[in-house]
């Protein structure tokens, strides 16, 4: 799988969208860009996913680049419950039966 | 409600002792792991089933043992267990060994050794 990099901490206000960045400068053709969050003493959350177009789903919004080799994950209204520990992930889909390999995240703290 | 169980959640024991830890899912999900998240909060694969058959295992202690009656569970038994082993358990599922539309985890087993 490709490695991720991710800064390891970032604060955002309540109510303002939290844009966390990752970076993927070596994602091969077929891996997907997956994110994940670990909200404290839980087990990890399943967020979104892509491989090249934009998504959005009820939780939020993945903004890949055209060239791939970076994306964006988009909270549009943070709250107090977002704050979590957020993990970006490349790997296969339908063939990465080696799970997921969790990188160091990024701590997101949401502020009143 | 839908979703990954794990029993017990949190786990204090003695040295030596051997100690089991469940996981039960109602997903419909075929694929079932085990993850370990340590001290440090790193996460890392630990097993994964498909079809009662283990399909990865990675460089763990055969101490360390899956087992899966069926496809809703896959348990975890530990023997001769070791401070080390001290560390946050975590069950999940997926559809599919890929996990394409993503992995569905259980709260955590909190294992403390001493």
């Known amino acids: 799988d490709a490695k991720t990099t991710q800064p390891p901490s970032m604060d955002c206000a309540e109510g303002r969208a939290a844009n966390l960045p990752c970076n993927h400068s070596t994602i091969s053709g077929n891996e997907y860009v997956y994110w994940y969050r670990q909200i404290h003493s839980q087990g990890p959350q399943y967020i979104i996913h892509?491989?090249?177009n934009n998504e959005t789903n009820e939780m939020a919004s993945l903004i890949i680049t055209e060239d791939r080799k970076s994306s964006t994950l988009i909270l549009p209204h943070a709250t107090l419950r977002d704050t979590a520990v957020y993990y970006c992930?490349?790997?296969?889909?339908?063939?990465?039966?080696?799970?997921?390999?969790f990188g160091k995240g990024t701590h997101l703290i949401i502020q009143p | 409600d839908t979703a990954v169980s794990q029993t017990p959640k949190y786990l204090v024991t003695q040295m030596g002792n051997d100690k089991s830890i469940k996981c039960e899912q109602n997903l419909g999900h075929d694929t079932m792991y085990w993850y370990k998240q340590d001290s440090k909060k790193f996460l890392k694969i630990m097993f994964s089933?498909?079809?009662?058959?283990?399909?990865i295992n990675e460089t763990v202690p055969n101490r360390f043992s899956p087992k899966s009656p069926d496809k809703a569970h896959l348990n975890l038994h530990i023997n001769s267990l070791e401070l080390g082993d001290s560390a946050v358990y975590f069950c999940a599922s997926s559809q599919g060994q890929g996990g394409y539309y993503g992995y569905t985890f259980g709260s955590g087993t909190r294992l403390t050794v001493v």
């Open positions: 992930i490349a790997q296969p889909a339908g063939g990465g039966a080696d799970g997921l390999t």
């Open positions: 089933y498909n079809n009662k058959e283990l399909i």
């Open positions: 892509g491989l090249k």
